[in-house]
């Protein structure tokens, strides 16, 4: 039985269910209204498929007026909305309910304007992270986060949950790179935070709206920070063969002052994994493998990556594999961002991404590997090392009630062990549905109670995203 409840669906909504179908039809243009259910089905659920709710409708706004229409809608009806970017959320953030109307802006994917005198570009909220790289990339520039998920993952998502990526270890995660935004609000209203200067005045409420899950407002525009791509980039594979000895190395570089523009990790399973599907030419014959990247100048790469085989060495390190040239750079990542796709092939899973400090990684990882044991379910560890955001991905079978269960647990102590050890429930993932009912266990009531009031501010009725974040009131963590 699955360790996480979702509210009992509004009687009275669902009994107007037909009525509010068909006004939102006569409301809104066709092609931006799903009301048949083979529609709404492609919207029940997000990357944690463990969880199915089909939504009332789906809304599909081509335009931020479309959204206020959407939301002054929704208010006058009393209905929840559950805002969507590309449903790449791994922790439920996007899973909608029955009495719920889904608002996704994937038809929102225009780049607006890029300017490279100021180093910005205005997108909507539909643009794909990867996009914003290729509209500027001819320029010599590109935008920093880049989840696995760039390809999929919309703007407008990664604001939601202020996702980060490999290389945020250098150049930080959303809220670093972002700017400004167009948020609407409950009521229809249309609010301009921040914008194209690089800092705004009055209090920080972009720092609110930027990992806010969707719970303060629909975020239809956004300006990013882009940056002039580097001279060049190299990474190196380092082998060894203990977990420990891989882990107390990241934490020796960064202690050493050094910050590479990524620094990955990969355990035995997570290696062969990935090999048989990316053959990336990774090494199988070691329990733990780093990548590890660095930038610059050619003599600015020689030197750090010196120092870095200079602490690899004094852990231990067995192998040692420089990449030679571009199509072996791109190959060595291809194999790290397929790691989530590659492991989907073999087994369902559940990927967590707790956060601890780097000197904490060799017990963390210690306790990872019992915690998953004592359940007796397999588990592959792929994660942003330089920064301790861990991303085990516990195995299971989503058929067999019985293992979901025993993955949700052995999720929820992984995550408990993360805040147990100085670290915070999640590094980029958010807390969506899938962390909900852990919050108590890293804030306090009267933390929590300021959360929900600042929400409130934002949402008074609650609507935005409900069930979400927050521990169900009545339901103990």
């Not at 909507?124 to 696995?148: C, H, M, Q, R, W």
């Not at 670093?176 to 800092?199: E, K, Q, S």
């Not at 599907?277 to 990774?282: D, E, V």
């Amino acid at each position: 039985m699955s360790q996480i409840a979702f509210p009992t669906p509004d009687p009275a909504i669902l009994a107007r269910a037909d009525a509010i179908r068909t006004a939102l039809r006569a409301l809104l243009p066709r092609e931006c209204v799903v009301t048949d259910e083979a529609g709404r089905r492609a919207f029940e659920t997000d990357a944690l498929t463990a969880y199915r709710r089909l939504p009332l409708a789906v809304i599909l706004p081509r335009t931020t007026e479309e959204v206020a229409t959407a939301l002054r809608f929704c208010r006058e009806q009393g209905v929840n909305i559950v805002p969507r970017g590309a449903g790449t959320s791994l922790a439920g953030g996007a899973v909608p309910q029955e009495d719920a109307i889904v608002i996704g802006l994937s038809k929102m994917n225009r780049v607006l304007e890029i300017n490279y005198a100021d180093r910005y570009a205005r997108v909507e909220a539909g643009v794909t992270n990867l996009a914003i790289s290729e509209a500027v990339g001819e320029k010599g520039f590109f935008y920093a986060p880049d989840p696995s998920s760039q390809l999929a993952c919309t703007i407008g998502g990664n604001i939601a949950m202020n996702s980060g990526g490999a290389h945020c270890l250098k150049y930080g995660v959303t809220s670093n790179n972002l700017m400004g935004v167009r948020l609407v609000m409950f009521d229809g209203d249309i609010l301009d935070l921040g914008g194209p200067a690089l800092d705004a005045d009055g209090l920080d409420f972009l720092g609110l709206v930027c990992g806010g899950e969707g719970q303060l407002g629909i975020v239809t525009e956004a300006y990013v920070r882009i940056l002039p791509l580097a001279e060049g980039a190299r990474p190196v594979l380092f082998g060894f063969d203990s977990a420990e000895d891989a882990s107390r190395c990241v934490a020796a570089v960064i202690g050493a002052g050094i910050v590479p523009v990524a620094m990955e990790y990969m355990d035995r399973l997570a290696i062969e994994i990935t090999e048989n599907f990316a053959h990336a030419g990774y090494p199988l014959d070691v329990e733990a493998m780093l990548i590890i990247e660095s930038e610059g100048s050619a003599p600015e790469i020689e030197a750090e990556q010196k120092r870095i085989l200079d602490i690899a060495r004094a852990h231990n390190v067995r192998v040692v594999k420089e990449s030679m040239s571009a199509m072996e750079s791109a190959q060595i990542w291809k194999g790290r961002k397929s790691a989530f796709g590659a492991t989907g092939r073999i087994a369902d899973y559940i990927c967590m991404d707790g956060t601890v400090p780097t000197g904490q990684l060799p017990e963390a990882l210690r306790r990872v590997a019992k915690i998953c044991a004592d359940e007796g379910l397999r588990v592959a560890n792929v994660f942003h090392a330089g920064d301790g955001n861990m991303h085990p991905l516990i195995l299971y079978n989503m058929n067999d009630p019985a293992e979901q269960e025993k993955a949700e647990r052995a999720g929820a102590r992984v995550l408990e062990m993360s805040v147990e050890l100085g670290g915070c429930l999640t590094g980029e993932h958010g807390v969506g549905v899938e962390k909900r009912d852990l919050m108590s266990k890293q804030y306090t009531p009267q933390e929590l109670a300021q959360q929900k009031s600042v929400r409130a501010v934002f949402d008074p009725d609650g609507r935005f995203n409900p069930a979400k974040v927050f521990p169900l009131t009545g339901r103990a963590a």
